[in-house]
């Protein structure tokens, strides 16, 4: 016990030990990284401390495991997301209750040999959550991704020849590795439960067999897509005159020479969008070959047309370096000078006559021969290239930073930035979304009471990120789709903090992403799921509330002015606390599942705008939430809700469950279901639900409204079958919720059959109408049939 104590405390010394060497210094300045840096760079530069400072390899510092601990700690942090974020946004004091890691570190041998096994290889993508949503989710194309962990061997047994497939598929499909250890989520999502796991997308179909190149190869193939022409004298006309848009690439083969069909299907593949490439076999078709002049080798035509006199010999037989050849055939991308590129931008505000790609280069910057097959990929795009060199003053009013980079002019008007991986796949899909929306990229000129911010009369939807964040980088997509789905009235941008340090600051922008929708000047910070769906109910919230907003005079007429028929549902709440933020989308959802049901009423009170009222109501906690009723004798009464399930699903069953607010819904039993309900002449309506049902929860509030609006027609009963096993058995239930209806016993009839009439609707309205159709009209019920069991059968 004595040796115990003593351990906790030395713990408990070391912790407040390692607090104090890391109060005060910035978490990014020890890793020697920059704030905006990657995941990939965060990593890449924890390896490289983790090597020269292990203790292992510093056993005269006795310091050495301390800064260890240290630097471990801060690696911790910053390669999570949400860490990241509390840090960016509070410090280490945003830490302190969500973080207690980083008391333990591996071996020297493990950080030196297998840590980040993939980050140094140019052919192998590695994914994070983020990329996989934008790269791998969002396109139909073909990845083969290697799920692997650090600290499994089979995977280090894997990796060179991981490497090989990637050389040997570069350009063919897409080669990802994702660390399951840094992206456990990820994984999991994915069904990853052991490692290596090599899965193949978008079918998402596991890869079970041998594990060496020529296999892998051959599984991968499978799924390529591209397709090679059989050229011969019967198609050979017609198949130049359907595929006329696109120059030739064409592989004579002679008695001997030819590509393999492996490597014919990988030139294919590589070259899909910019060339058809076709096979003619000359052995077979000498007549042909002899009027284009060939007996073997490979050509490529360009759009005068294939004739004897045209083709430019490609040599060599690796796919990867024919295609290289081809596309130094392809025409370069434009580049446009001053007077062409200022008008492009002098058209801005008012728009293209055609979308623009722009692809920013500086004078030094390799030109990507890859990029040549861009205005293929985009026919209905201009495409050009300006050297910020010669133009850097232009550049500069665009705040263009970074090389290469790529900006879409839109046909709407403004520009949007690309932030992706320079490839010509992953460039080409960003400007085809990019052109179908109004998104554009933001900066100070842009801010100002003609156009957005805190001034201006014009709604705005504008989200405030950085580049290196992986949430921001997931919701990029998302805002885009909201932009493109919301039908008019709102105008959405984008603001990158990396470039707009200032402009951000002067927003008080400290965490990213930020979103805020400006509507009549008025900002209001969303808290929401990160998807377009959940971001348009967000802006259909804000310009038609929901909830009533209430301050010290509303509330007294309204809550404490309320009469024994009205309950509010209140929500006293600060905008800076990060539990009120998350309850705020429910307390929306709340108001509007309740919307219908008479008597019940939702508001909300911002109490750092009206501490006055909060604290006259002892409000001294976030979020508060209580319900107001008036007792009998008409006094005001509230009751908290104090349940950690703050979501608007949780809260209506506490209600009803707590006999807070008045059922129309009688509850039946085993025995009570026999006599008032098979046994009754008048209809029945019966919801058959479980307590742990969320969307019998959902349903509650309808299915009131149903019962008060049929009152008098249609008796409503309620059925739990967690309580009644025996009763819901009987009816033969397949889910819940269940909504039966009985229409009374038929003349000569003892009783209704116990299934009774499976009603699937299950909105309150279009339920009404249905059953305002084939109800009888109205009849007052006798005492002797509301209350049958009150009356001897004899």
């Given amino acids: 016990m004595k040796v115990a104590r003593m351990m906790r405390r030395s713990f408990v010394w070391f912790l407040f030990s390692l607090s104090v060497v890391l109060a005060g210094d910035d978490f990014y300045e020890i890793l020697g990284v920059e704030r905006s840096a990657t995941a990939k760079e965060i990593r890449k530069a924890f390896k490289k401390l983790a090597i020269t400072k292990h203790p292992d390899k510093n056993p005269d510092d006795p310091k050495a495991h301390e ?123 994915n069904g990853i439960h052991s490692f290596p796991s090599l899965v193949m997308f978008p079918a998402r179909e596991k890869y079970h067999g041998n594990r060496n190149t020529r296999d892998l190869v051959r599984h991968a193939l499978k799924f390529v897509r591209a397709e090679v022409i059989e050229l011969w004298e019967g198609n050979f006309q017609k198949s130049l005159e359907e595929n006329s848009e696109k120059p030739w690439l064409i592989a004579f083969c002679g008695e001997e020479s030819c590509l393999s069909r492996t490597n014919r299907l990988k030139l294919s593949a590589i070259l899909a969008d910019v060339v058809n490439f076709g096979t003619l076999r000359c052995k077979h078709n000498e007549n042909l070959c002899d009027k284009l002049g060939k007996e073997h080798g490979i050509f490529y035509y360009g759009h005068d047309g294939v004739t004897k006199d045209k083709g430019i010999e490609i040599s060599g037989s690796d ?74 003053d232009i550049c500069k009013k665009l705040h263009v930073n970074k090389f290469p980079s790529f900006y879409v002019f839109k046909r709407s008007g403004g520009y949007e930035i690309y932030y992706g991986r320079d490839t010509a796949p992953d460039v080409s899909a960003f400007a085809r979304d990019s ?128 009469d024994r028929s009205t309950v509010w549902f209140v929500d006293f709440f600060a905008p800076w606390c990060g539990p009120c933020q998350q309850l705020a989308p429910e307390w929306r959802n709340l108001a509007k599942m309740l919307k219908d049901l ?134 033969a239930l397949s889910g819940y919720p269940s909504i039966r209806l009985y229409s009374g016993i038929s003349p000569g009839k003892d009783a209704q059959h116990p299934y009774g009439e499976e009603v699937d609707i299950y909105e309150a309205q279009e339920l009404i109408e249905y059953l305002e159709d084939i109800l009888p009209e109205d009849s007052k019920e006798s005492e002797s049939e509301r209350n049958p069991l009150d009356h001897d059968e004899l």
């Avoid at 009549?520 to 969303?526: C, E, F, L, M, R």
């Fill in 435 to 562: 052109a179908s929306t109004t998104l554009v990229s933001l900066g100070p000129d842009d801010f100002n009471p003609n156009k957005v911010g805190p001034s201006s009369q014009q709604p705005w939807f504008v989200d405030f990120f950085a580049p290196w964040c992986p949430p921001c980088m997931r919701l990029l997509p998302e805002f885009r789709k909201a932009a493109r789905d919301y039908d008019g009235g709102v105008n959405f941008g984008t603001v990158d903090c990396t470039i707009h340090g200032d402009l951000c600051q002067m927003y008080n922008i400290r965490s990213y992403p930020t979103t805020i929708f400006y509507n009549q000047s008025v900002p209001h910070q969303y808290h929401g799921h990160h998807d377009s769906f959940h971001i348009l109910q967000f802006i259909q919230d804000t310009l038609n509330p929901p909830v009533v907003s209430l301050d010290k005079g509303t509330f007294r007429q309204l809550v404490q002015g309320t």
């Fill in 598 to 731: 008479d008597g019940v009423k939702v508001g909300q009170v911002d109490c750092q705008a009206h501490g006055d009222l909060c604290s006259s109501e002892n409000v001294n906690s976030y979020p508060t939430i209580r319900l107001y009723s008036k007792s009998a004798e008409g006094l005001l009464q509230f009751y908290y809700y104090n349940s950690w399930a703050r979501d608007a699903v949780n809260i209506i069953a506490w209600m009803f469950e707590s006999n807070l607010v008045p059922s129309n819904l009688e509850p039946i039993n085993q025995n009570t279901f026999y006599w008032k309900v098979l046994r009754s002449s008048k209809p029945w309506l019966i919801d058959f639900y479980a307590p742990w049902c969320n969307h019998c929860h959902m349903f509650r509030p309808k299915i009131e409204v149903v019962a008060k609006t049929l009152k008098g027609r249609l008796r409503v009963g309620k059925v739990n079958c967690d309580a009644d096993q025996s009763l819901c058995q009987q009816v």
């Fill in 319 to 392: 796919p990867q370096e024919i295609a290289f050849q081809v596309m130094s055939q392809l025409p370069d991308v434009k580049d446009l000078d001053r007077e062409v590129f200022g008008n492009l931008v002098r058209k801005m505000t008012k728009g293209q006559d055609k979308d623009w790609l722009v692809h920013f280069v500086d004078e030094e910057e390799h030109q990507e021969i890859e990029f040549r097959k861009l205005p293929a990929m985009l026919p209905q795009f201009r495409i050009g290239r300006v050297n910020c060199r010669k133009l850097w």
């Fill in 67 to 189: 800064t260890f601990l240290k630097i471990t700690r801060v690696y911790e942090v910053l390669k999570d997301e949400d860490l990241r974020k509390k840090y960016d946004l509070h410090g280490e004091e945003g830490l302190k209750e969500d973080f207690h890691g980083g008391g333990q570190y591996e071996s020297w041998n493990f950080y030196n040999e297998e840590f980040g096994i993939y980050d140094d290889d140019q052919e192998i993508i590695t994914l994070s959550r983020s990329d996989f949503e934008q790269s791998v989710d969002g396109t139909q194309d073909i990845w083969f991704i290697n799920f692997y962990s650090p600290h499994c061997s089979h995977c280090h047994e894997l990796a060179p020849t991981w490497r090989e497939l990637a050389k040997e598929l570069e350009g063919v499909i897409r080669i990802g590795a994702v660390n399951c250890e840094d992206d456990f989520m990820l994984c999991q999502q």
